[in-house]
Structure formats: C-alpha cells, structure tokens
C-alpha cells in the first residue's frame, strides 16, 4: 500500500517505496538486492532525516559516513543508486532543489588486489592442463568459456540445441540461475541474446561429446551448482602450470593484461577464436554481449593509445614509421570519431557511424 509522502517525511520512508514503485519487477533480483542494502544502509546513516532536510551539506555527509566504510568506486555506486530517487523527489517538489549537485566522493584506501588476468602464455598453459575426457566436466567448461568468453551462468544454460555445428555458431539466448533456484532465467539484458562464431578445432572436439547428450537439457548441470567448485578446478589447473591463479570469470573471459603485455599489433581474427587481441567495436559487442557499443569503443580507444605511445618510443622517426606501416598511426579523415579512428586502428580498415 502507497503511503502519502509529504516533505516532512523520512528519507529512508521515501527511498524504500521509491524502490518499491519504479524498481519491483523492472530489474534483476541481484540488482535488486543492491537497492535493498542501499536501503538498509540509509537506515543505519540517516534514519531520521527527513525530505525537506535533505539539501548539500546532509547529502555529503551522508555520502562522508558511506565512505568510511567501503572504497571510492563502491561509494559512487552507492551515490549513483540514491540520485534516481533525489531527482525525482526534486521534480515531485519534496525536496527544493538537487543536494547531489557536485558532491565529492570519497573512499577509504583500497586494498592491495591480486592480478585478475592471464596473459596469452599463461592462458594457453592453463588450457594445456585441461583433462579433457569422454564426458563434459568443469574442465570442458573452462575450455568452452575461454573459447568463447560467455558469462558463467551462460555457459550453464547451454544444452546441445544451441550448438550448430554446420555453420560453427552458438545461440546464446538463455543463463543458470545457478545463485538461487536454478533453472533457466533469461540473459542479462537484451544485447546478451547473440551467435557467437566456433573456431573448428572446438567444433570437433564439442561434437563428440554432445552426440549422446539430451537435446534440451543443460550440458553441465547436475544438481546444486557452485562457482566455488570452478574456480577450486581453475586454480588446481593454473598450479599445475605455475601460473597466477585467478577466478574462471576473470581469467577466461579476455582483457589484455596492459601492465603485463604490450598490447598486440593489429590483427583481423575474431577475439572469440583464442586471440586476445581487441577487434571491430560491432563484432566485439556481440561476441562479449555488452549492451552498448561504447563500452567496447573505449576499450579500444584505451588500447589504442597504449600502442600508439609504445611505437612512438621504439621510433625516433615517426613520419619514416608510417610510411613502413599505414597502421601504426591513421589519419582521421573528415567526420569520423576518435573511437573510430581507434577501431580503425585495431581492425586495419574504416567503418561508418552513420
């Protein structure tokens, strides 16, 4: 039942049916579960604070007393959550005017974190270990996932009908909710849906092993599923070869490690086939399935720039450099976005923003 808010109501009244009116059955419930602890966390900070009280000065100091608990980057996710509901308690006329207007986020010290990635070599050294036996098993997982780059809980929701082995595709179109009540749950968002190209060395090895599988159950699940027991697989893997041990959802699903590895020269294979070099913004945003292009444009534009600075120390003629490769630095023509000229970069042709 709706309460009448008015701006002498509390702010943490107005929060929880602000959530429960515009949040209820639009998202996930993991993203819900996010929104529930923002709650509960302005309980703790702000339990009497009342909406006509909410102007710049409380606004930081709540966001001061959130900081002294979690790092900058967790801190403005939790500022990021409560503005949707500011803004609109402003435009409702409970609040005069916007208190989150150029507050400064904060964060306790972060701590130190372990290397999250493996490179090319250790990759392929860990796919080396794999004990790759007559039935699917966690290690055909890893394989699967470091082929393609699919979420964890995409790669449970495979069943053999997604696997289309004349034309080398998988259809993803499903996930495990392996978290909660397991079943099949729908993906992450819209742009999550997509065909994802097979190299044929995968093709032969998959097909074997999915002959006498039912066509429309998941392949590996059977029973309680923990990500736990991956990673517990993953890391026996990654000791075996004395590499970096890392959780399956970071090391598999590929970034080029910039602190460890020159970022690679430009090639045009698909970054689904093993290569972990970056490739055309579109292919890359359905082969990883994010759900705006821009993402995968930055991610480019950042490896693009750590290459354009490593060429210009390995030459003191950078004018001579170009005329021996084209690529090593294009011109931008008339019209065309930086993020353009930096997939041109990656992918050694250009393509129109039109």
């Given at each position: 039942m709706q309460e009448n808010i008015t701006s002498e109501s509390l702010f943490c009244d107005y929060y929880a049916q602000w959530v429960r009116t515009y949040k209820e059955g639009a998202i996930r419930d993991v993203t819900m579960g996010k929104y529930r602890l923002t709650q509960s966390w302005l309980s703790k900070l702000i339990p009497e604070l009342r909406l006509a009280d909410m102007d710049r000065t409380a606004y930081q100091q709540l966001i001061n007393g959130y900081a002294q608990h979690h790092e900058r980057q967790t801190?403005?996710?939790?500022?990021?959550?409560?503005?949707?509901?500011?803004l609109d308690a402003v435009d409702e006329g409970l609040i005069p005017r916007d208190p989150t207007r150029k507050v400064i986020i904060k964060g306790k010290q972060p701590r130190i974190k372990k290397m999250k990635y493996?490179?090319?070599?250790?990759?392929?050294?860990?796919l080396a270990d794999l004990d790759l036996g007559d039935e699917a098993s966690w290690d055909w997982l890893i394989l699967l996932i470091a082929k393609t780059g699919l979420r964890f809980s995409e790669a449970l929701g495979l069943t053999p009908d997604d696997f289309d082995f004349a034309h080398q595709t998988l259809s993803v179109?499903?996930?495990?909710?392996?978290?909660?009540?397991?079943?099949?749950?729908?993906t992450k968002n819209?742009?999550?849906?997509?065909?994802?190209?097979?190299?044929?060395?995968?093709?032969?090895?998959?097909?074997?092993?999915?002959?006498?599988?039912?066509?429309?159950k998941p392949i590996f699940v059977h029973g309680k599923v923990y990500n736990s027991t991956a990673n517990d697989v993953l890391a026996r893997h990654c000791k075996n070869v004395d590499v970096p041990y890392t959780r399956i959802a970071a090391a598999v699903r590929r970034r080029i490690n910039r602190q460890r590895v020159a970022p690679p020269r430009p090639r045009q294979h698909d970054h689904n086939t093993g290569n972990l070099s970056a490739c055309h913004s579109r292919i890359g945003k359905q082969g990883r399935g994010h759900r705006h292009a821009s993402a995968v444009d930055a991610y480019l534009t950042r490896c693009c720039f750590a290459r354009y600075r490593w060429t210009a120390r390995r030459s003191f003629n950078r004018k001579a450099a170009r005329k021996r490769n084209p690529l090593e630095k294009p011109v931008l023509p008339a019209g065309l976005?930086?993020?353009?000229?930096?997939?041109?970069?990656?992918t050694g042709r250009w393509t129109s923003r039109a």
């Open positions: 801190t403005m996710d939790f500022h990021h959550q409560i503005k949707g509901a500011i493996l490179n090319q070599f250790e990759l392929h050294a860990m179109s499903k996930t495990w909710d392996y978290k909660n009540r397991g079943g099949f749950v729908p819209e742009s999550s849906v997509r065909k994802v190209q097979l190299d044929w060395q995968l093709i032969m090895q998959l097909s074997g092993l999915l002959k006498n599988l039912p066509h429309d976005h930086l993020a353009n000229q930096c997939t041109a970069h990656v």
